[in-house]
């Protein structure tokens, strides 16, 4: 890495600030694919009409816009994934990183790797980041549009790395902090014989129009039930956790996973989807994500020998790491011991 790279790392959070500014201001959901002025733009949204041109500037040197002769703009394909129609859309996870709460949370990296103790958002706001969606209502809309934002766009990864599984053997498949459901539904949609469950928590599940069970036209085979993943289990063939083990501490997932061995059928598998670390040798994305978890909770990415002992410790035997043909995240599998 040389000097520029270096300053192109320094004013990296100038772009993220400048993108999630275009998102909350609705400039992707206004831009077409044909030119439109910046003054017609600043009009339709009610925005300064001189920051907004300088605003749609910025995003332009980003590639999210492309800028035309007399202060015309219109929308690249990088961007239209910024627009809430897209079918990946990443909309919600720039709400969500980029919004106040977790941008607050980072200025405390310092202070907890100096004393060890982690949890930035317990520094920030004096409860956990599971506990803050009841009392802000809107931090807690675009928590479960991240969330359906990161399933959008991972579970064709996860349905990849999980292509050589015979599924046959499988009737009953339970995804365990499920969200919405959309990975689930991703599963019963290609297995027709499948019936799933999500287990969620039950504020989680109120807005059934949320729900993608009905979308995917397989709310006949799915079934949503609410509860906590520590206190509560789905009996059921297999499961799948994304996005779910790495939000906890060692202790508190081998909870979770030992809360499911109990009620799994003898031959159970179990998969946990997630981002893992490499070797030193190789940058990930997985390095990075490391550190976010540091600052919003009690978890931790880990490599595939560290989820492989929280399965051991558990009731359950590693059996093997699965990764797609594409993309970042893999799948750790896990057989009933």
């Not at 192109?8 to 400048?18: A, E, M, N, P, Y």
Request: aromatic share 10%; net charge negative.
């Amino acid at each position: 890495m040389d000097k520029l790279a270096v300053m192109d790392t320094i004013f990296g959070r100038w772009r993220s600030q400048i993108l999630h500014a275009g998102v909350t201001l609705g400039i992707f959901e206004t831009l077409g694919e044909k030119e439109m002025k910046a003054g017609a733009i600043a009009e339709k949204l009610s925005l300064d009409p001189v920051m907004s041109y300088r605003l749609l500037r910025a995003l332009a040197c980003l590639g999210l816009a492309s800028e035309h002769a007399g202060r015309s703009f219109s929308i690249t394909p990088a961007g239209a994934y910024l627009r809430a129609d897209h079918p990946e859309t990443l909309r919600g996870i720039t709400l969500l990183e980029e919004g106040p709460e977790h941008y607050a949370i980072w200025k405390h990296l310092p202070a907890m790797v100096r004393d060890g103790k982690q949890n930035g958002f317990v520094r920030e706001f004096g409860r956990m980041a599971f506990e803050h969606p009841a009392q802000n209502p809107a931090y807690a809309e675009v928590f479960d549009l991240a969330m359906s934002s990161y399933s959008s766009g991972e579970a064709l990864g996860v349905l990849d790395a999980l292509a050589n599984r015979d599924f046959s053997k499988i009737s009953h498949l339970a995804d365990v902090g499920g969200g919405h459901g959309h990975l689930l539904c991703s599963f019963l949609a290609k297995y027709p014989h499948l019936k799933g469950t999500v287990l969620e928590r039950p504020e989680v599940l109120r807005d059934e129009g949320a729900l993608w069970a009905k979308k995917m036209n397989v709310a006949d085979r799915c079934t949503y039930v609410g509860g906590d993943m520590f206190t509560k289990a789905v009996p059921a063939d297999a499961y799948i956790l994304k996005h779910i083990i790495h939000d906890w501490n060692d202790e508190e997932s081998v909870q979770i996973l030992s809360n499911i061995r109990k009620v799994a059928a003898p031959n159970a598998r179990v998969w946990i989807a997630e981002y893992i670390i490499t070797g030193p040798e190789t940058p990930h994305f997985a390095k990075l994500f490391d550190i976010h978890m540091l600052c919003w909770g009690t978890g931790r990415e880990r490599t595939s020998e560290e989820y492989a002992a929280l399965l051991n410790k558990s009731g359950w035997r590693y059996t093997e790491t699965l990764y797609p043909s594409a993309g970042a995240i893999g799948v750790v599998e896990g057989a009933a011991a």
